[in-house]
């Protein structure tokens, strides 16, 4: 590819540099447990309203155990998840509009594996902290981290780097040491 | 017999024996590609499958451990001087175990508890292979492999308590079984000899295929009460 054929191509991609940054320095589940603040809050109910379910309360998770019960609850909400995953497909479809396939791949790929490289430890040390060592549980929650970062990704690059888009609030809660449960029995659970 | 040697650096490789040279890259391929293949066929499209976020953020990261193995064995290939669309599933064909057509979570949860089960032994058979890139390889990517095998584990004893999902582990474990054997390659092989005679790998395609075949048995039939099917003579 000519410089002038890959100038475009790295303005694209550009936001993801920002982001793979806010990766690698996030305090993942640093804050777990701990009250909520006032902008937690805010970002809780401004990632809800963005999903489609302002009505939803928020509930705060105490500890890691009831964190698994919640992630593992039958009565959890289908929809959001599939609310999200329509959000990515429409996402997707607008990020290949300005990127070709592969490069939005593996840029996507890129992010992931950064992501996946330090979020599990990071995990795996605050639930020790508490007193937990469950190696399945600190897995989920690395799994739920590096899916918000890849969705965080295709959200700086579909937007290009707005940061209200619900997949840029999730991310920021993550970021900030939290870790969203998503919505159960009605209400949007914060660990 | 062949006087054995051993290789400490990817940088000595090209001192060694030209069969030796591409035992290790045979090797080293297989794992990229399947690898990548492996997540890509099962583990990605599992999420979908996945009953709870607990269960859909697990597979998840079990999908980015698989790739990450993938990562790393190509990295090695790279090293190694093997062109990386060599290590993909678009130029070398993935094993048949692949071909499976994954539908639910039970399946896939069967393919986790056997598959992963078979890879731990191939991973094994690697534990003190005289290409120590490969060994230290075969050694990082030993507790993930455990762990995913474990998964599949915990998640069908978790099944098998209900009638509904024992029978439905029960018609994975029917139609998934019969195509492990396979995995370890013919009773008689070039391919093993080699990799043998170069302390590669350690043990027969059927030593192999005899021990997953009593683990499997123990897993399905003494942990999880349930019944292997037979298989055919051939396997």
């Not at chain 1, 694209?12 to 777990?32: G, I, K, N």
């Not at chain 2, 990229?32 to 990261?61: H, M, S």
């Amino acid at each position: 590819m000519s410089a002038s054929a890959a100038a475009p191509l790295v303005a694209a991609l550009a936001p993801l540099d920002d982001l793979r940054t806010r990766v690698r320095l996030a305090s993942w589940f640093a804050a777990v447990g701990e009250t909520l603040t006032a902008a937690e809050r805010w970002d809780a109910r401004a990632w809800l309203a963005g999903m489609g379910f302002a009505s939803a309360g928020v509930e705060p998770v105490a500890d890691w155990g009831r964190a698994a019960e919640v992630a593992k609850s039958p009565a959890w909400s289908r929809e959001w998840w599939e609310a999200e995953e329509k959000r990515r497909a429409a996402l997707l479809d607008r990020a290949a509009q300005s990127i070709p396939e592969h490069e939005l791949m593996a840029a996507l790929s890129r992010v992931m594996e950064l992501a996946a490289s330090v979020t599990h430890g990071a995990a795996a040390i605050a639930a020790a902290r508490a007193g937990v060592a469950d190696q399945a549980l600190s897995r989920v929650a690395a799994g739920a981290a590096a899916q918000s970062a890849y969705q965080a990704a295709l959200a700086a690059i579909a937007h290009d780097g707005a940061d209200e888009h619900p997949f840029s609030i999730k991310f920021r809660l993550f970021e900030a040491g939290r870790w969203p449960l998503g919505v159960s029995d009605g209400a949007f659970h914060l660990f | 017999m062949t006087e054995q040697i051993v290789v400490k650096h990817t940088a000595d490789l090209k001192d060694a024996p030209e069969e030796f040279r591409n035992a290790v890259a045979k090797l080293v391929i297989s794992h990229a590609v399947n690898e990548l293949y492996g997540a890509q066929v099962f583990d990605e499209p599992a999420i979908a499958l996945a009953p709870t976020p607990y269960a859909k953020w697990l597979t998840c990261r079990v999908a980015m451990e698989e790739y990450g193995h993938h990562v790393r064995f190509r990295e090695l290939g790279e090293e190694m001087g093997i062109a990386p669309e060599k290590m993909t599933p678009s130029e070398k064909r993935p094993l048949s175990i692949f071909e499976f057509p994954l539908q639910s979570w039970e399946e896939f949860c069967v393919i986790k508890l056997l598959a992963d089960l078979a890879e731990i032994l191939q991973v094994e058979d690697l534990l003190h292979c005289t290409f120590h890139p490969l060994r230290n390889l075969a050694r990082m990517t030993m507790p993930e492999e455990r762990f995913h095998a474990q998964f599949g584990e915990d998640f069908c004893t978790e099944l098998v308590a209900t009638e509904d999902g024992r029978q439905k582990v029960q018609d994975a474990i029917d139609r998934y079984y019969p195509m492990l054997p396979a995995f370890f390659g013919a009773s008689v092989s070039r391919n093993n000899e080699i990799f043998r005679k170069w302390g590669i790998k350690q043990r027969t395609n059927d030593e192999m295929r005899q021990d997953f075949l009593g683990r499997a048995r123990e897993l399905v039939e003494d942990k999880l009460k349930l019944k292997l099917p037979p298989l055919a003579a051939a396997a």
